[in-house]
């Protein structure tokens, strides 16, 4: 069965703040919107195997399991809920910031 994929208000924040900096520093919507693109079509490859993420470390504190998908810089980090089919992208990090930084509130 196909998981579904939702994003958090957090993750789409992200996304947003994303393709403003890219569109702003490139000058260039085209570019912007490409690397957004890229960003929200990765889970995709999530919808048949869910777990083909790696664990992240950075967050095994929290009572949720969760993984991750790297596309191009970004982390894009979910947890999957078996029960109901579906997965949740909570974040979508930057890997050239500072690693703590995934540990932010949302």
Known sequence: MKYEVIWSSFSEQQIDDIFNYYEETSKSHQVALKIITNILL??????DHP??????NLL?????????????????????????????IADVFDTRQNPEKINRKK
């Open 51 to 56: 777990k083909i993420g790696q664990r992240e």
């Open 60 to 88: 095994v504190y929290h009572s949720i399991e969760y993984y991750y998908i790297v596309e191009s810089n970004y982390k894009i980090v979910y947890s999957i809920d078996e029960e109901n089919h579906y997965i949740k």
């Open 42 to 47: 990765a889970p995709d490859k999530l919808k």
